[in-house]
């Protein structure tokens, strides 16, 4: 059931600001400019399916950036050119309810004409800003590719066929709508994305990127990687993925490499029981320290989410495994190394998807390492306190999202041979490594028994790394347990310094 706009436009808010204030304050703006203003796109379509919005988009019959400065000043707010050629701006401000923004487009040749330049039929609808808090604004809406029949068939169409050619970023956008909706693309429309995939191409790497996390943000990441799969899109977005379809793994391996891939991704709402997940017990049985709650839900890069990113990250983590792969004469296959290449892999990737310099760093760092939990004691046995501290040492502020990452693999890699007997006891091990690491055995939690200084006074060394590998010795042994005082640590400094050093 479609719903008036008036039921959501009056009553819900943009970054806490509500609808109904903000529209009369842009309505009587423009109306006292006499400049026909209209409310389109998102903001129109969400009202419609009566689903929440932060998007005020408005095309205006006039001078898009004069106006935008006008208005920034009005409401002492910043004014963005983010077009200028194109005559495109955005006025953003904040007030005690949180930042809000409104974006303005000229409709140079009117507002049916601008509307059939657009992208998708369920974003060119348009309602003259004036009628939206009038009793019955659908009798004003401004429909001229009959979005609101796709709206009722729960479809994305494209307006025309050459809506993708005149802006390929809309290319991922189609998808992500869809997700986003719930929607099927239309055949015709899937056709068309189909046979211009290669397009995005030349895209710019920062609309590329916020579209793909936008999408992977959704719930459900492993069947929208496979709609952009099927579209032609992933392969363009990231061709390293390529390599990985066919690529065969070890029998305890239920899925090949790319579908692995996707499947770890997918995996990840598992491990963090994102709303909407289909984990099941798995996913109860899951360590999750309540010291993490909302962890994963803070900014990590660009405006996404830790959650967001370590999807990407699910996606990218054996992206080497093709280029590492042997076959030994006895049959085994083996990808010797493909952590470490797989980590300068995903630099390169992320670099091109000009994510942020701290977002990549991260998936780097979680990539490289993110074989280590299975790895830091034999099987059946706990890890040592020297173990964890070295894993919480090397993957840095990426520890935590390691360990999640490291999870999901493993049911991704499992697939339906996962027992509980085997899941629960994996579990165990990882919620001891994340009980340790967050506790005493992190580094940043170990109290400082020795500095560079005391070593190099105590023993007349110069600075260099020689030092720095000593004090590593010292923090694994406390992490451990063996020491625990000043003493003890110059204790032990000077036996490896007697030994000759191998240890340092």
């Not at 068939?153 to 986003?180: C, H, K, N, W, Y």
């Not at 006895?330 to 942020?356: C, D, T, W, Y």
């Not at 070295?390 to 493993?410: H, I, K, M, S």
């Amino acid at each position: 059931m479609i719903a008036s706009p008036a039921q959501y436009m009056t009553t819900s808010g943009l970054g806490g600001a509500q609808f109904g204030p903000l529209t009369k304050i842009l309505s009587e703006f423009f109306a006292g400019r006499g400049v026909p203003a209209f409310l389109m796109g998102g903001a129109v379509r969400d009202a419609l399916l009566d689903r929440p919005s932060g998007d005020i988009d408005l095309a205006v019959e006039g001078d898009a950036v004069s106006l935008g400065r006008e208005l920034a000043s009005t409401l002492d707010a910043h004014l963005i050119v983010l077009d200028e050629a194109r005559d495109i701006c955005r006025v953003a401000g904040a007030d005690d309810s949180g930042a809000w923004h409104v974006d303005i487009a000229r409709a140079s040749t009117g507002i049916v004409d601008h509307l059939r330049g657009r992208d998708c039929t369920v974003d060119a609808m348009a309602i003259p800003i004036g009628d939206v808090a009038s009793p019955d604004p659908v009798r004003g809406l401004i429909d001229p590719t009959d979005g609101l029949s796709d709206l009722r068939a729960g479809q994305v169409r494209m307006v025309s066929r050459t809506a993708f050619e005149d802006d390929p970023a809309r290319l991922m956008r189609a998808p992500r709508i869809a997700v986003q909706l719930g929607f099927e693309i239309e055949p015709d429309t899937t056709a068309v994305i189909r046979r211009n995939a290669a397009l995005v191409r030349s895209v710019a790497p920062e609309r590329v990127r916020d579209e793909l996390l936008a999408l992977l943000a959704e719930p459900d990441a492993a069947t929208s990687l496979r709609l952009l799969d099927g579209l032609g899109l992933l392969g363009e977005v990231i061709p390293e993925l390529e390599a990985a379809r066919g690529v065969t793994q070890p029998k305890e391996h239920h899925w090949g490499v790319f579908d692995h891939l996707i499947e770890t991704s997918g995996q990840i709402e598992t491990v963090l029981d994102e709303p909407g997940t289909k984990g099941g017990s798995t996913g109860r049985m899951v360590p999750r320290p309540e010291v993490l709650d909302g962890y994963f839900d803070r900014e990590a890069s660009d405006g996404h989410s830790l959650r967001t990113l370590l999807k990407l990250g699910g996606l990218l983590h054996d992206v080497a495994k093709p280029a590492t792969k042997t076959v030994e004469p006895s049959g085994r296959i083996r990808f010797l190394g493909h952590h470490s290449v797989g980590a300068e892999m995903v630099r390169g990737i992320l670099n091109r998807l000009r994510l942020s310099g701290r977002g990549t760093d991260l998936l780097c760092a979680a990539v490289q390492n993110h074989l280590r939990p299975a790895q830091m004691a034999q099987k059946g046995e706990m890890p040592t306190g020297r173990a964890i501290f070295r894993f919480f040492r090397d993957a840095g502020d990426a520890a935590v999202p390691t360990l999640y990452l490291n999870l999901a693999d493993y049911i991704a890699a499992r697939g339906p041979m996962l027992t509980e007997d085997e899941w629960a006891e994996y579990c165990g091990l990882v919620g001891h490594i994340l009980r340790e690491g967050l506790d005493e055995k992190a580094p940043q939690a170990l109290p400082k028994l020795v500095d560079g200084r005391d070593i190099m006074e105590a023993f007349a060394l110069g600075p260099g790394p020689r030092v720095g590998a000593l004090i590593g010795i010292v923090q694994e042994a406390q992490a451990d347990g063996e020491i625990a005082t000043k003493t003890e640590a110059l204790n032990l400094v000077r036996s490896h310094l007697t030994a000759g050093g191998r240890s340092a």
